[in-house]
């Protein structure tokens, strides 16, 4: 199924390229460092590469993400973390929009081999003032296919909810929330929740610092794993917009 995730994120960004042929795009770049402190399965320090890329305009808004998490633990053995994602929102400015979503990863630290989820959905603007100021609720439905070690699956039609919310407290503070979660169809007790809370402090025009709190809670584990785990990440970013 790695086939419909890759056509998924192809239909992404061929339609933001299509819609843009006839107006100017607007491109937002991010790349940024940080470093974790994790309690839960693993209690570490690690360092945590990231990027995003967002293509936008009236009629669409695109958004990609990257993860990679280099992990250092139990006298030097290594652990490696790789989560990516993709949204698609046409016309985002309305107060209701269609919206397609992807995902893609794998953990070492949660032992899952690969998590793939895609699907489509709707979206509504509770609040928005600028792209820096909403609030915005987005429900979806899919396909999950998650291995753990020991060819472990879960293979289902998934549900679940994306909630974003931005604010601007001054010209340098923003503060950022994210609430994502998915459930399973076949399997009551396979859900879980992701939750992002992140206040960002600009130094420069395009520089800021960031510190973030993240928690994650996966109802059904192989053993051994922690159904509830916390990250405290404090880093910086760079921004460029065209």
């Known amino acids: 199924m790695k086939k419909s995730i890759t056509i998924l994120f192809f239909v992404l ?35 945590n590469p990231n990027a995003k890329l967002g293509i936008s305009k009236d009629k669409f808004n695109t958004e990609f ?31 209701m929009y269609p919206m397609a979503i992807a995902r893609y990863g794998f953990s070492k630290s949660y032992r899952i081999n690969q998590s793939i989820l895609s699907g489509i959905g709707a979206g509504v603007n509770i609040r928005k003032k600028s792209p820096t100021d909403l609030i915005q609720l987005n429900a979806f439905t899919g396909y999950m296919n998650i291995e753990f070690e020991n060819d472990i699956k879960h293979i289902s039609i998934v549900g679940g909810l994306l909630i974003k919310m931005m604010h601007s407290i001054s010209k340098r503070i923003h503060v950022l929330w994210d609430l994502n979660s998915y459930h399973s169809s076949t399997d009551n007790q396979f859900w879980g929740l992701y939750n992002l809370v992140m206040i960002q402090y600009k130094i420069h025009k395009n520089i800021a610092l960031n510190l973030s709190y993240n928690s994650t809670h996966n109802n059904k584990t192989i053993v051994g794993m922690k159904k ?13 917009k065209q």
């Open 13 to 47: 960004l061929s339609s933001a390229y299509s819609f843009g042929q006839n107006d100017s795009l607007k491109i937002r770049t991010e790349i940024g460092v940080r470093g974790r402190l994790q309690t839960g399965n693993l209690n570490q320090f690690a360092i």
């Open 65 to 95: 993400q990257a993860d990679y998490q280099y992990l250092n633990i139990n006298d030097f053995v290594v652990k490696s973390d790789f989560w990516s994602s993709g949204i698609y929102q046409h016309r985002p400015n309305r107060r």
């Open 228 to 240: 509830t785990n916390t990250l405290m990440l404090f880093g910086f970013n760079y921004q460029y």
